[in-house]
């Protein structure tokens, strides 16, 4: 096919997912990827990789001046929902502005479609199942900046032609996902956790809400979207139906981990307590339907994760406040 398609965080891990598909369907792929929270070796061998940022403009502008993109995937982003109440520059410089740079390039290159992966972090606090046709109300930075990149996009739309495809996805997880973060992907913590032997970290009681998505149901689609004239100019939410308590998910990790080294109940933190939202929107556009369970995406991950092994957890430098971080987060403290 003629053109390019570039991916930003196509080193990470939805986003590698994408590039796989996107290859397998005969196109050209260039990958953009700082290293920041992906591995190189998440990168097909097809595709053609350049390390870099979103946020260095003078390379997003060389990239496309050098190359002839047609379509741009962006999922280059730091998605920790909970921590970037502590980061905010940090959150829009890359969540936002990197954005921005994108978008710039895409209007001034003429670019087909612009596909965009954000969250339902946009939503908040709001009415459940959370549908595409509600008010955003988003709680965090994160959600805050997710929501602005929509609505330039809209807003691109309608002032330069760009065509946009928007998709919300949600707690999803999978093989390639990054363990060894401790801010965000609780899955991926579980089974870091299970292999230490250390008991599994929840915030609260427990009782907390989430559809968790398994990643083979959701990159498909993702990719496959430019190919479908009615998604363009249209926002998605997308990924699981079923929510399950973090109680709940509990259960099922320490099940398929094979190990049960118990519960360290933390303080509460700050966040949205139930969050799942309707796919009846995605469901009819892209005839998709949800080919594995919960269960059937954990045991596919854990056998993935046991092969990996343990990764460490690093510490976030340059927090910016911390005030009522909670504590597990801070430095030095260690959920025991």
Not at 6 to 21: W, Y
Not at 33 to 60: C, H, M, Q, W, Y
Not at 72 to 90: C, D, M, N, R, T
Not at 274 to 302: I, N, P, Q, T
Request: proline share 3%.
């Amino acid at each position: 096919m003629e053109g390019n398609i570039l991916v930003t965080g196509g080193a990470g891990f939805i986003g590698s997912h994408v590039v796989d598909r996107l290859i397998k369907m005969n196109y050209k792929v260039l990958v953009l990827d700082d290293l920041s929270g992906g591995f190189k070796e998440n990168v097909n061998p097809s595709a053609n990789f350049i390390r870099g940022s979103v946020t260095n403009e003078a390379l997003i502008k060389k990239i496309f001046n050098n190359n002839k993109i047609e379509y741009v995937y962006h999922l280059a982003a730091y998605a920790a929902e909970g921590l970037s109440h502590f980061i905010k520059k940090f959150n829009y410089e890359n969540n936002l502005i990197g954005s921005i740079n994108l978008i710039n390039a895409s209007v001034n290159h003429d670019v087909k479609c612009f596909v965009f992966t954000s969250s339902i972090a946009v939503y908040g606090k709001n009415q459940l199942p959370m549908t595409e046709n509600m008010i955003p109300q988003p709680e965090d930075s994160y959600g805050i900046a997710k929501l602005a990149v929509e609505q330039e996009l809209k807003a691109s739309h309608e002032m330069f032609g760009l065509n946009y495809i928007i998709f919300r996805p949600h707690n999803v997880y999978g093989e390639r996902q990054n363990i060894g973060d401790k801010y965000r992907n609780v899955i991926g913590i579980f089974m870091n956790q299970c292999m230490q032997g250390k008991p599994l970290a929840v915030f609260g009681d427990g009782m907390q809400s989430r559809a968790f998505s398994y990643i083979k149901d959701i990159a498909p689609a993702i990719a496959e979207s430019i190919h479908l004239k009615d998604a363009y100019n249209e926002i998605f939410n997308i990924g699981a139906d079923v929510p399950y308590t973090i109680n709940q998910l509990v259960d099922e990790v320490v099940r398929v981990m094979e190990v049960n080294p118990g519960v360290n109940h933390l303080e509460e933190r700050n966040e949205v307590k139930h969050a799942f939202s309707s796919h009846d929107k995605v469901s009819s556009c892209f005839k998709l339907k949800a080919k594995y369970s919960l269960r059937e995406g954990l045991l596919a991950m854990a056998k993935w994760a046991k092969k990996t092994g343990v990764k460490k957890s690093k510490e976030f430098k340059n927090i910016e406040i911390n005030k009522n971080m909670p504590k597990s987060w801070q430095k030095n403290v260690e959920s025991k």
